[in-house]
């Protein structure tokens, strides 16, 4: 019974970081958990800038923005561009990702950019809000589609890594920590059991 | 020179030095307490603890640039952003891995103290009697009767909050109030409880984190932040606890940056008369003299400088004529367990406040009271029921207003546990000098040989299957069992390099730490356990140090070292 469970339970190192994370109270690995199977293939010093230091353009950056902020808009609370969303996937895409990530990231957003033209003949920064929204829950069946079927060695798709870094970016922001969730640095005490109301937000955890 | 001499000297300021320390200068000895790191003060050197997480620029991540630099420490979790600076440097102090063996170490005042996962368990007969009863390496010199006044004492002292559960395994101590179990795992406690007949108990973990005020220290304040270093003092560590205690009495002297390369021994006498120190500022050695010496420089290191002292009469070093020094390396094996969904009505409007430092934690129950497995010794669980964060959402479908909006809530009560096992000593599994490779100070290093054989193997099966056994009887949802691979180390538990014994022909160390072959040597790190227990393993070198450090005054005062 429980020995058959363990071929389908078997876990990805991916995934065994997220939960060592969680463990020690870290949220903030998930952006590197995208490519850690390919960091044991890849010797780390043969990583690096994909194109001479020079990974996202300003236009790319507004582009991450505007993609962040479809994935989390502004609601009650402020939104992934509000955030600083576009510029932190930037930074961690260069400082984080290996090379191989990198290209597989790059490409991805000119693939995004691309769909977007063929299928409204616009700009993704230009197009309506509906039309973003539209494109990007495309983009999100077919990565979520890919990630449960894809072998474990095969690299993430870029939908992935794009909302990854962007639930990331925004729920370990300060807009994130203290707006859309509630923070107390020092809470001083454990309830073990509090009554819950749906609707009311998560206490977020100081590390 | 005066100022070289001193009542005792103490290598290494972790757990055990800090001790060790605390416990000779209370008992009126002038001692000096080295350590080769930097020094770290309490609260004013815990530059992180009150930063907001969003302040890391990568938010508590790794960077490409990390990752080359520590080559060992990447491949677990201490490799982050948050507190990087108290993990030793990969490069500064390499080692050599005949098999891989994960080796995470803090080189600072304090050492792992300020890292540590603070659980804190009792070792009992089951584990004392253990080796004897099977046959299995040598047996301990000491039971449980032995350490257990020292267990009272050492648990009043650190602040370990615990429940009495009244456990032969796990036996009760000195605990201030349990952290309570949440309202799902205590659910999820009473089933398994009732489903195993008692034999098989969920109870809240004991741990290192006070629940009620000690002198110069504040309760824990429910951060969870303990690895950045407690502005409160909520957890043990050496700054927090020993190291002032030690300092009050005024007989104190750190030296921080100071490396003990060597013990100078005294053939004629039998002793270690002196110890030589490395400036690791500036690679001056100086060295002085105590007619106490306590080794708690962490295992491998402890037996690393054994071997490299006395080594005119033994080649192999200072106890290695038991043909055992550096041999017997152990660890705890874990990254294997199971986990599900807590779906109960009853749950969904429940919630919880602050962020408890522990969870919960499963005793042995393999191999003992009638049950008997195909493998020896057995394991324990550390695990935790929460409800969902954020990160839930990664995996799953979504995007847009309603799925922010539902991600900022609380998810679905998750509940896992993952087993911590007991490795098996083995004469097989040692460590020795490497003589082709010099660290940073020109040292030669250590080369690691070590592996877990068929009865962790064996075990493992159990370890995954048995909790998602537990989970499916307290009515746990989509139960699933992982085991994410283990190499010897990653459980930052090092154990054995100079075990203790009964008998100088096979074992380093006697029933009172001291080394057969230099008695004013007391070794108390990780390096004397004969076996590993599956505990976590720090308590019992704070009682066994305070215990030998009262054995050292006595014989001291007796003329004997």
Not at chain 1, 150 to 179: N, V, W
Not at chain 2, 325 to 331: A, I, T
Not at chain 2, 434 to 463: F, H, S, Y
């Amino acid at each position: 019974m429980a020995a058959d469970r363990q071929q389908s339970g078997l876990i990805t190192r991916r995934e065994a970081i997220l939960r060592v994370s969680a463990v020690f109270g870290g949220a903030a690995i998930v952006g590197q958990s995208v490519m850690l199977a390919g960091c044991a293939a890849q010797p780390a010093s043969e990583t690096g800038k994909a194109n001479g230091g020079a990974l996202f353009r300003q236009s790319d950056i507004e582009l991450l923005d505007e993609v962040a902020d479809t994935i989390l808009p502004e609601t009650s609370t402020p939104g992934a561009k509000a955030a600083g969303v576009g510029p932190f996937i930037a930074m961690m895409v260069d400082d984080v990702y290996n090379e191989n990530d990198q290209q597989i990231f790059i490409a991805g957003i000119k693939d995004l950019q691309s769909r977007c033209l063929r299928r409204y003949g616009a700009h993704f920064q230009i197009v309506t809000a509906a039309q973003q929204l539209d494109l990007l829950e495309r983009l999100d069946a077919e990565q979520h589609q890919y990630m449960e079927s894809r072998d474990d060695d095969a690299p993430a798709h870029y939908f992935r890594m794009l909302k990854e870094l962007t639930l990331l970016g925004y729920f370990t922001s300060e807009i994130g920590y203290t707006q859309a969730m509630r923070y107390v640095e020092t809470p001083g005490r454990y309830d073990p059991c509090v009554p819950y109301t749906n609707g009311e937000k998560s206490w977020a955890p100081h590390a | 020179m005066a100022t070289d001499t001193y009542d005792a000297i103490v290598v290494g300021s972790g757990i055990s030095g800090g001790w060790a320390a605390k416990e000779l200068t209370e008992k009126g000895l002038n001692v000096l307490l080295l350590e080769r790191g930097k020094n770290v003060e309490h609260i004013k050197d815990y530059v992180n603890a009150r930063k907001a997480p969003w302040e890391y620029k990568h938010r508590g991540g790794r960077t490409r640039a990390m990752e080359e630099t520590y080559p060992v420490l990447k491949r677990d979790y201490p490799l982050n952003e948050k507190n990087l600076d108290w993990w030793a440097s990969d490069q500064d102090s390499p080692y050599t891995e005949i098999k891989r063996f994960d080796w995470y170490r803090g080189y600072q005042v304090g050492g792992r103290s300020l890292l540590w996962g603070r659980h804190s368990y009792r070792l009992s007969d089951l584990d004392f009697e253990a080796n004897a009863r099977d046959g299995i390496a040598v047996d301990w010199p000491i039971r449980y009767a032995d350490v257990a006044p020292w267990y009272d004492y050492v648990e009043r002292h650190a602040g370990i909050s615990g429940s009495l559960e009244n456990m032969p395994q796990l036996p009760d101590g000195q605990f201030q109030p349990a952290m309570p179990l949440n309202c799902g795992e205590e659910l999820v406690a009473g089933r398994v409880a009732s489903h195993f007949d008692g034999r098989r108990r969920l109870i809240p973990g004991r741990v290192a984190n006070a629940t009620r005020p000690l002198p110069g220290r504040s309760p824990c304040q429910y951060r969870n932040a303990c690895w950045l270093g407690c502005p409160y003092g909520g957890y043990f560590s050496t700054q927090s606890s020993t190291l002032p205690a030690a300092m009050a009495t005024g007989r104190l002297t750190l030296m921080p940056f100071s490396i003990v390369t060597e013990l100078g021994y005294d053939r004629d006498k039998k002793r270690v008369s002196s110890v030589r120190v490395m400036d690791a500022a500036t690679e001056k050695t100086t060295e002085f003299s105590a007619p106490v010496v306590f080794l708690c420089a962490s295992a491998l290191n402890s037996a690393w400088l054994l071997m490299r002292s006395a080594t005119d009469v033994w080649p192999d070093g200072l106890g290695s004529s038991s043909g055992e020094l550096g041999h017997n390396l152990m660890d705890h094996h874990f990254r294997v367990g199971a986990r599900g969904m807590l779906r109960e009505e009853s749950l969904d409007d429940k919630y919880y406040f602050g962020a408890k430092p522990v969870g919960f934690y499963i005793p042995r129950y393999r191999n003992m009271r009638g049950d008997k497995r195909d493998y020896l010794r057995g394991f324990g669980y550390q695990g935790s029921a929460n409800r969902q964060d954020w990160q839930r959402a990664v995996r799953e479908l979504g995007i847009g207003a309603n799925f922010k909006d539902k991600l900022a809530q609380p998810g679905e009560w998750s509940i896992g546990a993952t087993a911590f096992g007991e490795m098996l000593p083995s004469h097989d599994n040692k460590i020795g000098i490497d003589a082709t490779r010099t660290d940073k100070w020109g040292q030669p290093v250590l080369k690691v040989d070590c592996k877990t054989g068929d009865n962790e193997a064996l075990m493992r099966i159990d370890m995954a299957n048995d909790m998602a056994e537990m989970l499916d009887a307290a009515g746990v949802a989509e139960v699933s069992t992982y085991d994410d691979e283990y190499f010897p180390g990653m459980g930052i538990h090092e154990m054995g390099t100079a075990r203790m014994g009964r008998d100088r022909r096979t074992s380093v160390l006697n029933r009172w730490n001291q080394v057969w072959d230099a008695p004013n040597v007391f070794v108390t790190d990780g390096a004397c356990m004969t076996s590993a227990a599956c505990q976590n393993p720090s308590l019992t070198y704070m009682a066994l140090t305070a215990r030998a450090a009262d054995y050292a005054v006595q014989e001291l005062k007796r003329g004997n070292l």
